[in-house]
Structure formats: structure tokens, C-alpha cells
């Protein structure tokens, strides 16, 4: 085993939070771990992940369900390692507080892995762009 059964858990745990529900709960009543590892192993069974029209915003970001889907792939090699994870959490945040996609797109590029950055140099950067952008 390596790392790609925490990222495997890690996706789950990213399920419980969003759904407020257990993963695999149904399994518990038949306290049977040979059919429990055979449906999650054998089987590929995931919890589900409800559908795109769902009224709780969690579940509509298509990069909220990519990312669980993605940790909890059949195939180990196939998970994404938590750098990976980390990187597509800070756009999760960013695309969360910058709602158009110039604005978010600007930051990324110019501010990744940063929260806060001082007016002065918020404002350099922005008027470099800008004035790369008019020459």
C-alpha cells in the first residue's frame, strides 16, 4: 500500500462532508465483510453523487464531484497525489470568493497559494497587465 489509499480516503471523507452521511452505510446491517470488501473491491461500488440539478451547491460544483471521483478511482495509479489535491483545492477557494472567470483566472496566475496579497502589490501587478495588454 502507499499514499493512494488516504487520497482514496480523503475523497470519501470529502463525500461524508458534503452528503452528511457515513459512506457505505447500507453495509453496516449485513455485518458481513467478505460481501462489504467484495462490492467495494470487487464491484468498483462508490457512494453516489447526486445529480448535477441538486439544490445544494456543494454538489453542483463540477470540480467538487471530478475531485472525489478522482481520489476514489479503481485504479490506485489513476488517484491524483495530494499536491495535486492541494492545487485543485486553491482553485476550489479561489473560484469560491472571485466569481468571474477574468478576475479568477488573474489571481491564479499572478497570486497561486496566496490568501491576501497588499494593495500596492495587487495593484502593480494589475497595471503591469494592463499596460502589457495595451502595448
Known sequence: ???????????????????????FQEHLKHNDLAVFTNAICVKGERPPIPPENTKDEGWNNKFVTNLIQKCWSDKAKDRPDFQEIYDELNVLITEGYIKDDWGRNFWLINFPDQDFVPWDDFIKVLMCKKNSAIG
Not at 500500500?1 to 459512506?23: C, P, Q, T
Open 1 to 23: 500500500m502507499n499514499h493512494k489509499v488516504d487520497v482514496y480516503s480523503f475523497g470519501l471523507i470529502l463525500w461524508e462532508l458534503l452528503s452528511g452521511k457515513r459512506a
